[in-house]
């Protein structure tokens, strides 16, 4: 399933029911529009609420920030930072 989600007529997210149950459990965004993937957001309970949220901010193919919603809330409880891009997590601050 596809959205325009700011409603300017460009496709910017991408929703995927990945074990074919019928709901949603993953989605891809491209915030700026740019046809690159900036963002990969997870439902691992598939109770609509994204529980990770893995970001490339500078655009370079690794993850560098993720939000982690602990509590389902639909609030960003953590923010880990990878600094160096090595796939390993150097930081988590809570949000919260």
């Known amino acids: 399933k596809t959205q325009d989600y700011n409603k300017n007529g460009v496709i910017d997210t991408w929703y995927i029911d990945e074990n ?3 709901k ?6 491209d915030d700026d529009e740019n046809g690159f993937v900036e963002g990969t957001m997870i439902d691992k309970d598939e109770d609509g ?3 990770i949220i893995v970001l490339d901010t500078n ?3 690794k993850s560098d920030q993720a939000y982690l919603d602990e509590n389902a809330d639909g609030k960003a409880d953590v923010l880990a930072h990878d600094y160096n891009e090595d796939g390993e997590w150097d930081k988590f601050e809570n949000l919260s």
């Open 49 to 51: 609420f994204w529980e």
């Open 20 to 22: 074919k149950n019928g």
């Open 59 to 61: 655009e370079n193919g």
């Open 24 to 29: 949603i459990d993953l989605g891809f965004i």
